[in-house]
DNA sequence: GCGCATATTGGCATTTCTGCCTATCGACAT
DNA sequence: ATGTCGATAGGCAGAAATGCCAATATGCGC
């Protein structure tokens, strides 16, 4: 293993790129950053096709390099594959296991990972990708140890991320182990992006992964959220998780990123928003239905009130439909009345 | 103004196109999503400029539109512009305000809403951009009331959103109202970014805007964050805001997006992260410094402490250079550790 | 100036969160 | 078998967060 740059990076270009991935690529790794005062980044656009390549968008991009230049770097992000069924050409996964036994990084945003899984590098190793391919990158590569809860895992060197926007995190990650936290925070501040996140993307998948894990949540997360209506109390929860209090606030935490209460309202917010746009029912039933009104306890107060409370209900909420200043449902604004919640979703 | 199909959209392309923002369009609206069962929008890319456009990452790409196109759409997307000095074409403002006047939706993100502002369309209206040029757009549009902290701002017929991923939180923002929440919150969760995040992009700037906004806590903060050695409690820094603890708590919340308590905890840890860079202190010297060992409250527990505990820092702190399994430094660690904090910097 | 409506503020009670301390359990070496 | 170490669980007290209510300020039309 010959030592090898890390900041030379490239990425592959392929027919079918996905252009928010790569741009988060280039966005990270790609620009000039002269007031960093550091040496940044040499970034290049590698690929195994030649001539144009379709991406999203409708539009047409070039990549400037070959494999060979994509093998010399120390750096390889494969954001996205197009098909994850189609095997990655032979050429591409040659070069990908020379360049990472001369010692380069490779990290894969999205379904990227599973060209790094076709090169039998990630064997023994856990990754992740996006949570709608998590499965089929577990049954196919049965020897990686798929993680579909987290936004990405750092194996040294191989990294992978989960779908689309936690490449930004993962990118960000990396320029943190390359230059440092002030670094990367300046970075995450000049994307407007929080310098970390996390809680893993099991945040963001619809139904809870990991289902009969053991002590998990999932079953009692789902639980709460068809009976948001009762006035639950963390510590009836944690009675119904069979945990004391104290453990289940920790178990909490570990597998949502927030606390019991939070991720109580939020969902109560969610469910609210669902209402007033599914029901033709009043701001008070849906209230009521969602456990707001009633709700012991707290976590909304004057955001969900500027909503919801009933003394500004003629103002929009007399009609579902009834639009606002600026053409928004009430829903929309129950979004905005949310946003200062902690986003988790779950 | 004639009726227009907001559903369709444009988005312009020119020389020297940020491809970051250009592919957060792209991804909302420019992709295919049979799973909505929906009539999704139609995405065009338009530009005033003929042939291969240089593009950030140093690919080219080329527009399949011309400004035409651009007119008739109902929703038309500048996302940034070179140079903010670089007063856009005549024919480019032109198409804009005919397409406004017709009643289409104009959009900005980043710097793009220096072309909105050339429009005139902006005069008398609010409206936001990337912190970094907050203030020239003030001071070369006076007209416009320029709201620096938010992330983005909805004036009806012209959004404007701040920096780079805010743009993100906008489009999302804009499906939502077009398609309703949950149609808005699958977009999200495919992306793996939260439905909604606010708070405002005031959090990602590295200096508090609005210094001297009435009420405004930026001076308290910034003082908080030169004495975080300090046991502080909430209600001191209440005491030193002259509100009572309750006020000081709504208002924290209205400017920061969290509790006093969670974003001086944020804060210790960043502080901690950037001392295991900067110095050669050990972790109990720098959790003393910033208040994590003392500190009298919450906010840490089983989290930091999984990065901090002295009980554990011979494994990876003897030396600030001394490397994880993964290749990541002490600060790395804390970072994820942080991971579970909300993320909010200021 | 007056009355009404709305927004802001402060205090209080309740719930929730969290650091810390102790107890328990299992692995492992002696 | 015994003791030590580490990890986890539970309990507790103090701090923090929040809903709610009452009081006060602010604005506005008359």
Redesign the interface.
Known sequence: MRACDHRRVATL?YDGL??????????IF??PRPELEVDWYK???CSHQRGPLRT?????????HGLRTLQQAGTIVISGWKRTREPPPESLLKALRSAHACGARLVSICSGAFVLAATGLLDGKRATT???YAEELASRFPKIRVDPGV?YV????ILTS?????G?DLCL?IV??DY???I???V????????????G?A????NPVDRRAPGGLAPLLQWAQSHLGQALRVEDLARRAAMSPRTFA?RF?QQT?TTPHQWLTHQRL?AA??R???TDDGIDAIAEAVGLQTAAGAGV???CRMALDTKKRPRFASDRRNRL?????P??V???A???V????L
Chains 1, 2 share one sequence.
């Open positions: 270009l996905g252009i928010f991935e790569f741009g988060i690529v280039v966005e790609g620009l970034f290049e656009t999203t968008g409708g539009v047409h991009i070039e990549a400037r996006h949570w709608r936004l750092d194996e040294g060197s989960a779908g689309s926007a936690a930004i990650h943190r182990c440092g936290a002030e990367a925070n300046r995450a501040r000049r994307l407007v992006m929080p310098p970390h996140r996390d809680g993307q945040q963001y998948v619809q920790r935490r990123g969610l928003q669902m007033l746009e599914k107060d004057c955001r200043s600026h053409n928004c449902t829903a929309c129950v979004g905005q949310v946003s200062h902690n986003p988790v979703t």
